[in-house]
């Protein structure tokens, strides 16, 4: 076999490029309208992109063993997992913007090409990083547990809505274009043409006047997708350490991102619909967080030190399910109540 810079078979390159382009083009066509996603549509759909992914799980099965099989899934499973507080940022942010439920997949559309994007440059830097040598990973290790405990800090804080105006990408945004303040349609920018259309309208006469002239004006759908684009970057820096825990072959790493990114859209809807169901799942992905730290410093220590004492692919698998299924377990058996009496 043909083998290339990514330490894997050509054959194997082409199969995940295919499969990623043909399963990008499919997500990000297949709800292209401005019509709600419902329930029902959203977990058939999120089953879907499991099955791609399974199904690539399987070909690197057969192709290359259990033990790199295992590590996809498990770098999948992870992402997946913490995708779940970023889900619940990006909650947050629509609340506050006021985005109806019927734009809100057209916003998320974006949000999967920079996310895409944004891996792709992570992973690149990340597995270069690791390459200069264990101390790294020590590095990274502390990344990871940095960022578990700022989630368990801000475990009592999922409730209140933040204000997004002192947002950095926000203040960034209107100094480039000016705010206008309505939703127009889905459009993210209005040219002048379109401005004067909407002043001219007898509800919008209190805003003649108060808007300088340029070219093009902002509305909240773009100033919300900036603040979200910016939230996947700062999220992207944590979550890239920890995939990378797992494999430091940027195949695996790149592509068990892809797959779980690919099915954000209409996860984001399961979750929006079950949030209150969830409750102790944000706790169960922090246990996540603070395990591959734990896994980055034993690999690290173990190459500088040789004690001999690492986790396999496979076990680190179960670990990773076994949390989650924990986490899921627990919400189901112990829902919150201090939620309800604080109401």
């Known amino acids: 076999m043909i083998h290339n810079s990514l330490g894997f078979p050509i054959e194997t390159v082409i199969v995940f490029i295919v499969l990623a382009l043909t399963a990008i083009v499919i997500d990000l066509y297949a709800h292209h309208n401005d019509k709600p996603i419902n329930l029902k549509n959203a977990v ?6 499991i099955a791609v992914a399974l199904g690539f799980t399987l070909y690197l099965y057969l192709h290359h063993g259990s033990a790199i099989a295992s590590l996809f899934i498990t770098g999948y499973v992870l992402e997946k997992a913490l995708s779940v507080d970023n889900l619940f940022v990006i909650m947050a942010i629509f609340s506050w913007f006021s985005v109806p439920e019927n734009y809100r997949h057209r916003l998320l559309y974006w949000g999967v090409i920079g996310a895409i994007i944004f891996r792709a440059i992570f992973v690149i830097i990340g597995t270069g990083l690791l390459a200069l040598g264990p101390w790294m990973e020590l590095v990274f290790s502390v990344i990871v547990a940095f960022t578990g405990l700022m989630m368990l800090k801000n475990q009592g804080e999922n409730e209140e809505i933040k204000d997004y105006s002192n947002h950095f990408a926000y203040r960034i945004a209107k100094r480039i274009f000016p705010a206008y303040p309505k939703i127009v349609g889905h459009h993210f920018l209005l040219t002048s043409k379109q401005l004067d259309q909407e002043l001219a309208k007898p509800e919008n006469s209190n805003l003649i006047g108060k808007l300088p002239k340029r070219a093009l004006y902002a509305t909240p759908l773009f100033l ?9 970057v700062m999220f992207a820096f944590d979550s890239v350490p920890a995939v990378i825990a797992v494999s430091q072959e940027p195949l695996i790493v790149y ?43 034993l690999n690290a220590s173990n190459h500088l030190f040789g004690h001999g004492i690492d986790i396999s692919p496979i076990t680190s698998l179960y670990i990773v399910l076994g949390i989650l299924a924990i986490g899921i377990i627990a919400s189901i058996i112990w829902p919150e109540k201090d939620h309800h009496k604080a109401d």
């Open 255 to 297: 592509s068990a991102m892809i797959f779980a990114i690919l099915g954000l859209r209409t996860m984001y809807f399961v979750l929006e619909a079950m949030k209150q169901y969830l409750v102790h799942l944000g706790k169960a992905v922090i246990c996540l967080l603070f395990f591959i730290a734990i896994k980055l410093a």
């Open 224 to 232: 919300c997708i900036t603040v979200i684009e910016l939230s996947d």
């Open 44 to 49: 058939l759909w999120s089953l879907f992109w």
